[in-house]
């Protein structure tokens, strides 16, 4: 059973459209990260998350983290080719990271 | 440079092989671990060591043994490989911050 619920699984959407990819989860993190992952690499941290409420924000990327610390968003404004990847979010709950399964998004140009 | 690096990148294996995967980092980080990737589950915590004497079993370690040889090495083992064992296998280090997560390119190990 994951403990972090992505969704969707996959998203296909044309160049210049906008996304939101969601994490759930019934258990409370101390911080919340959030990775892209492309073929034949590992993940790369994209941003963390840590007060309740939280929103940052990476260029045309917008990250909200839950007022319960339970959940997050990841918003992309203005898809582009170039954020063709698998999205993880991963909770972090005493020093150790649970991964949600992934979104795959592809942007068309 | 890469900062965290993993050898072998591919591996074919039959069941029952011993088959060791090497991490090394230089980032200077204290903590390492070791995940495995499977479509559709994302990635999976096997071992995870947050210094050189200090080992920790993750949700996966069943058939999983690993070795904290210097702050910078970390080995994973399969000391009978299974076909189940099949999957993407990365290492990652951390600093104390935040435990943000800093991945090699990851093992593709297959076993027939």
């Known amino acids: 059973t994951q403990l972090l619920e992505q969704s969707p699984q996959f998203l296909s959407i044309q160049e210049g459209e906008n996304l939101t990819v969601y994490c759930n989860s019934s258990?409370?993190?101390?911080?919340l990260q959030w990775y892209r992952q492309e073929p034949g690499e590992g993940p790369v941290l994209l941003v963390t998350v840590v007060t309740g409420g939280e929103v940052k924000k990476l260029k045309r990327l917008t990250f909200q983290f839950g007022d319960a610390r339970k959940d997050s968003s990841l918003h992309i404004t203005a898809a582009q080719p170039g954020d063709t990847g698998l999205y993880l979010c991963?909770?972090?709950?005493?020093?150790?990271?649970?991964f949600g399964a992934g979104t795959t998004v592809t942007v068309r140009a | 440079d890469a900062d965290v690096t993993q050898t072998p990148r591919n591996r074919i294996t039959k069941t029952g092989k011993r088959i060791m995967l090497e991490c090394s980092q230089t980032?200077?980080?204290?903590?390492m671990y070791w995940y495995r990737q499977d479509p559709g589950l994302g990635l999976r915590l096997i071992y995870y060591?947050?210094?050189?004497?200090?080992?920790n079993k993750g949700e996966i370690s069943d058939g999983y043994s690993v070795s904290r040889q210097a702050q910078a090495k970390f080995s994973l083992s399969l000391e009978s490989a299974i076909p189940n064992q099949t999957a993407l296998y990365f290492c990652a280090t951390s600093g104390q911050s935040y435990n943000e997560q800093f991945f090699g390119p990851g093992t593709r190990l297959t076993v027939l």
């Open positions: 980032k200077g980080h204290d903590r």
């Open positions: 991963a909770g972090v709950r005493d020093y150790k990271l649970s």
């Open positions: 258990s409370v993190f101390s911080s």
């Open positions: 060591s947050f210094d050189v004497k200090d080992i």
